[in-house]
C-alpha cells in the first residue's frame, strides 16, 4: 500500500517489483520481466486541455534487483506521423522534441527528487529537483538509456544506480510520475493528473512507486572524479607568446548515508566549456548568469534559494572566480524525513597586486580567503518549510598596502525564511529576514522581504514585498541594488474558448514599483500584455509599457561611456510591442519581439528574434538576432547596438556532438567564437576539445585565442 501521505495523487499506485533476469537496454522489452511488470497508463492530458485524458498512448513499466531500478516505456505514434526532435544533444531543448522524462520523488516529500529521460531520437536528460518540481539540467550523474524507434511507436529503456539517488532507508512508497509531450497532437501529457498551470515534473502531484521489498542498501558508495586539463593560450592583441597551461585536480562524493552526501574537492576545475549566452546591457545594475559548476549543483537548492531571484545573500558564483580555489568540502542531503542540513567550506588561494613601471599599484591583490556556509531545513506541514543560513567570508593577513580597500576582514550574512507551498501548489509563498555583519558598519544592515502567489487554472495573483537597506551587504550574493523598498503585484486571467485554433487568451499585468528609505518613489516599470495561445503551440502577444525612473546617481542610458544624465533627474515614458512564437513542430522555427517607445529623455526601438531549422536529428542551426537603436537629444548619445549569435550543434550520435557558437556584439566590441566538441565515452565522463578565439567587431582582427583540452572520468568504487 502506498505511504499514508496527505497527497493529492495518493490513489495512484504502480507497483515495482524485484527482477534477478538480466535486462538488456535495446528497446525490445522481450524479457520477462517487462510481461509481469504493472503497466502506468491511462496518460492525463495536461496540455492544450487537462479535463480528459491524452490522445497519445504511453505505456509505462518498472523493475528493479540489487543496483539498479528500471524503467520502460512505450510511446505509441500518431497514425501516420513520424517523431519530432531537435538533436540528440544531452539536456535538449523541452519543447522543441517529442519526449518523455519521470520524476522521481525518493522520500515522498513532495520538495526535492530527482528527474530521468529523453527525446525519441535518444537525446539525455537528468537534473535533481527542488521546491516542489524545478528542475536543475546542470546537474549530471550516472545512469544508462536506449531509445529504438518503430513505425507505430518509440521506446525508451533506462537503468538508473541506485549508487545515483538519495533515498531513505528501508521506505517501501516512493513519489513518481511520468511525462510526456508529443508534438504531432500538440500535445503534454502526465500519468497522473497535473493541472496546466504546473509543470509536469510539480512533486505535488506525483503519484506513489510501491516497492515489492524496499530498495537495497547502497553499501559502499564512493565517486572519484579525476580531470585534467591542457591549455594553449595566445594574446595576439599585445604580441605575446603563446603560454601552455596544465592542470590536474580531484573531485570526489561520499554517501555518508544513501541521504547524505560528502563532496571534497582539491584544485578543483572550474573553468567552462560552454560560454555564458551575452546580451546587451542597457540596466544600470548588474546582470545575473547562473552556476555552471559541478561541485555547487547537487542539493544547490539548500543554498542558493534564499531569498528571490532578483536578490540572493548567496550566490556560489562569486566563489572562486577572482582568486582560485585551493580544495573545499560540502556536507549536503537529508539527516530526517523532513531535516535537510547543508555545510559548505572552501579556501581560495592569494592574487598578487599589480604595480606600474614606477612601482606604483594599479591594481589591489586578493588574500587569502575562506568561504563558510551552513543551512538548515525543516519541513513543516504538508509542504512547507522553515529554513535558515550563515555565509561567512574571512580575509587573512589584509594588508591595504598591497590589498584594494573594498577589501573586507570579514563578511557575514545570517538569515530566517520560512517557504510556503500548499498541497495542491495552489498557494505558494515566502517571508524572510536577512541581517549582514561588516566592520565598522551598523545600521540598516537588513533585508525583509514577503512574497505570496495564487495560482489556479484561470486566474494568478501575486504579490511581493521587499525592503533591502543601505548598509545590507552580501558580498557572497547577488544584490545589485539595495536602499529599497519595493512592491510588485502581478495578476493574470486565462480563458478557454470552445475554438479550433485557439486554446487560450487572456491578460496579464504586472508591476515594480521602487521608494527610496526616504519613501520618494524611484521606479515604476508596469506591463500589461494580451496573450493568445493556439492548439497548435504557437503564441501571440500585443502590450503596452509604462516607466518612471528618478535618477539617484549618474547614468548614461546607452553605457557605451556617453554623456552621462545628471543624478536627481526624473523622466517617464510609455512603449508598446508585439511577439510571436511559431509552432514547435515544424523543421523551421522562428520567434521575435519588438518594441517602440520612449527611453529616458530620447526614444528606444528594440527587436529581438530568433530562428532555427534542424536537420533532425543529426543537426540543428540556429540564430538569435538582438538590435537595439537609441536616439537621445544633444548632447547625449544616440547609437545602436546589434547582438547576433549564430550556432550549429550537429549531433553524430547521442553521446558524440560539436557546438559552435559565434557571437558579434557591438556594445561589448567583441566577437567570439566558441567550438566544442564533447565526446561521453562513458556515463557521466566526458573529452572536450574547445577552441575559443576574441575578435574585434570592426575589422575582426584577433584579440586572443585559446585551445583546450579536457578530460573527466567518474569511478565509483
Request: hydrophobic letters at 35%; one cysteine or more.
Amino acid at each position: 500500500m502506498a505511504q499514508d501521505i496527505n497527497k493529492v495523487n495518493n490513489d495512484f499506485n504502480l507497483y515495482c517489483n524485484k527482477t534477478n533476469e538480466e535486462i538488456i537496454l535495446d528497446g525490445v522489452l522481450d524479457e520477462e520481466t517487462w510481461q509481469k511488470a504493472d503497466v502506468a497508463d491511462d496518460f492525463h492530458m495536461m496540455m492544450p486541455m487537462d479535463t480528459s485524458l491524452a490522445n497519445a498512448i504511453t505505456e509505462v513499466r518498472v523493475a528493479y534487483d540489487d543496483k539498479n531500478l528500471y524503467m520502460s516505456a512505450v510511446m505509441y505514434l500518431k497514425p501516420g506521423s513520424g517523431i519530432v526532435v531537435s538533436s540528440m544533444k544531452r539536456d535538449f531543448s523541452f519543447g522543441l522534441n517529442d519526449n518523455f522524462f519521470c520524476v522521481i520523488d525518493p522520500f515522498n516529500d513532495l520538495t526535492n527528487g530527482f528527474s530521468f529521460g529523453a527525446n525519441a531520437a535518444g537525446g539525455e536528460w537528468d537534473g535533481d529537483q527542488a521546491d516542489g518540481g524545478r528542475i536543475n539540467l546542470n546537474w549530471d550523474n550516472k545512469w544508462k538509456s536506449t531509445v529504438k524507434n518503430y513505425d507505430d511507436k518509440w521506446i525508451f529503456e533506462a537503468a538508473i544506480p541506485f549508487k545515483t539517488l538519495r533515498y531513505k532507508k528501508g521506505l517501501k512508497s516512493w513519489g513518481i510520475n511520468f511525462s510526456r509531450l508529443d508534438l504531432s497532437y500538440n500535445e503534454k501529457s502526465a500519468w497522473t493528473p497535473v493541472p496546466r498551470q504546473f509543470q509536469s515534473a510539480s512533486l505535488a502531484y506525483t503519484g506513489n512507486l510501491i516497492w515489492e521489498e524496499p530498495p537495497p542498501k547502497q553499501g559502499t558508495n564512493i565517486s572519484l572524479i579525476p580531470y585534467g586539463t591542457a591549455a594553449a593560450i595566445k594574446d595576439v592583441e599585445n604580441s605575446e607568446s603563446t603560454e601552455y597551461d596544465y592542470d590536474v585536480g580531484l573531485d570526489a562524493k561520499v554517501a555518508i548515508t544513501p541521504s547524505l552526501n560528502l563532496d571534497l574537492t582539491v584544485n578543483p576545475d572550474f573553468s567552462q566549456v560552454e560560454v555564458d549566452r551575452q546580451v546587451t546591457n542597457l540596466s544600470r545594475f548588474e546582470l545575473f548568469f547562473p552556476e555552471r559548476r559541478q561541485f555547487f549543483l547537487e542539493n544547490s537548492d539548500l543554498f542558493a534559494n534564499f531569498g528571490f531571484r532578483s536578490n540572493r545573500p548567496f550566490f556560489s558564483r562569486r566563489i572562486g572566480l577572482e582568486a582560485p580555489i585551493k580544495y573545499g568540502g560540502r556536507l549536503s542531503g537529508k539527516v530526517t524525513e523532513d531535516l535537510r542540513i547543508g555545510v559548505m567550506d572552501i579556501q581560495t588561494g592569494s592574487i598578487s597586486p599589480k604595480y606600474d613601471e614606477e612601482g606604483n599599484m594599479i591594481e589591489g591583490g586578493i588574500p587569502d580567503q575562506n568561504y563558510f556556509v551552513a543551512a538548515i531545513q525543516q519541513k513543516v506541514f504538508s509542504r512547507s518549510n522553515i529554513q535558515a543560513i550563515f555565509i561567512n567570508k574571512e580575509s587573512f593577513d589584509v594588508d591595504y598596502s598591497q590589498h584594494d580597500s573594498s577589501v573586507q576582514k570579514y563578511n557575514r550574512n545570517l538569515g530566517l525564511e520560512y517557504n510556503l507551498a500548499s498541497k495542491d501548489n495552489v498557494w505558494t509563498g515566502k517571508f524572510l529576514v536577512h541581517k549582514s555583519f561588516t566592520p565598522d558598519v551598523s545600521g540598516d544592515d537588513f533585508l525583509q522581504a514577503a512574497s505570496l502567489e495564487y495560482d489556479t487554472r484561470n486566474l494568478g495573483l501575486e504579490l511581493t514585498q521587499q525592503y533591502i537597506g543601505e548598509n545590507y551587504n552580501a558580498e557572497v550574493g547577488y544584490i545589485p541594488r539595495k536602499g529599497l523598498h519595493r512592491i510588485s503585484p502581478e495578476f493574470r486571467y486565462s480563458i478557454f474558448p470552445n475554438s479550433k485554433k485557439i486554446n487560450s487568451h487572456g491578460p496579464m499585468l504586472e508591476a515594480d514599483l521602487f521608494w527610496n528609505t526616504d519613501y520618494t518613489l524611484t521606479d515604476i516599470q508596469s506591463t500589461f500584455i494580451y496573450d493568445l495561445t493556439f492548439l497548435d503551440r504557437s503564441s501571440l502577444g500585443v502590450g503596452t509599457g509604462y516607466s518612471y525612473v528618478l535618477l539617484q546617481e549618474p547614468f548614461d542610458p546607452t553605457n557605451s561611456g556617453g554623456e552621462e544624465l545628471p543624478a536627481g533627474s526624473d523622466y517617464a515614458w510609455w512603449d508598446a510591442g508585439f511577439g510571436y512564437t511559431s509552432a514547435p513542430g515544424k523543421l523551421f522555427t522562428f520567434s521575435f519581439e519588438s518594441t517602440y517607445g520612449g527611453y529616458f529623455n530620447g526614444n528606444l526601438f528594440k527587436f529581438e528574434g530568433s530562428a532555427g531549422y534542424r536537420f533532425q536529428p543529426y543537426a540543428n542551426i540556429n540564430v538569435d538576432i538582438e538590435y537595439n537603436n537609441i536616439r537621445l537629444p544633444e548632447p547625449y548619445t544616440s547609437t545602436s547596438f546589434l547582438l547576433v549569435s549564430p550556432r550549429l550543434e550537429v549531433s553524430f550520435t547521442k553521446n558524440i556532438y560539436l557546438t559552435t557558437f559565434v557571437q558579434f556584439n557591438e556594445q561589448a566590441e567583441n566577437v567570439n567564437l566558441n567550438a566544442r566538441f564533447r565526446w561521453r565515452f562513458i556515463p557521466a565522463s566526458d573529452i572536450y576539445l574547445v577552441y575559443t578565439e576574441n575578435y574585434w567587431h570592426t575589422d575582426f582582427n584577433s584579440k586572443n585565442r585559446a585551445l583546450v583540452f579536457k578530460f573527466i572520468y567518474w569511478l565509483n568504487i
